[in-house]
């Protein structure tokens, strides 16, 4: 067995978070949307994924509010955040997968968005070169996809970086040593956004690069607008 297979063979549980939202002329259902992701995974990277659904429908594991986050000091200045409750329902919905995780006692758990992809030119190459590495590490959490790398940020091995305040939590692999280090962060930002700001210095947090996963150019219900942050992959 290779060592990209033992590494990708040692995640535990794979969640991604999908809406269960209103159809839309603007981007496909639900539905298509799992799909299309779950069969890339599977084709690229061999990896099963399991859908947690966010919104008011039926079949929700948690039901999206339109509650703000409270105002507190040291809060997350994007407008996203403070000004409209969907950055707040995903903070909420990413807590709800991490307390999925500890029920089901898993050794380490994938967070899957829904508009993220594997890049088949990128996957192989990249964890190739990686994967050795990384099942020698004691890590906290790895980075298949992020954004706007830090100067600060080293390659402390080919194809990995440490984290050093880089975002992006559209494919995350998290130990499961860190489930309650991130359930008691308090509600000051998107996740991405804690992690960088509170947790990368803190933890033993890696990325991979080039980035092997990316979001889609496609509707943001955060940002309630057209996104592509694609520009500015690690």
Sequence with gaps: ????????????????????????????????????????????????????????????????????PPDLEGSCPRESWRARPNAYNAWKAHREIIKNGIHHNAENLLIVEEDCVLRPSYFDWVLNGASEFLMTQNWDMIYFGSYYRKSSSIEVHPNVIRMAGETGWHCVLINNRMFDVLLSLPALGPMDWLCADRIHQKHICYGLTPSVALQLETYSAVEDKMTNYNTHLV
Excluded at 11 to 32: F, G, K, Y
């Design 1 to 68: 067995m290779s060592a990209k297979n033992e590494f990708l063979t040692s995640i535990d549980l794979s969640l991604c978070l999908t809406l269960d939202r209103e159809e839309a002329e603007v981007q496909p259902s639900s539905e298509a949307m799992f799909d299309m992701v779950h069969s890339n995974f599977l084709e690229v990277g061999d990896i099963w994924l399991d859908r947690f659904i966010a919104g008011k429908g039926e079949d929700c594991h948690i039901v999206d509010t339109d509650e703000l």
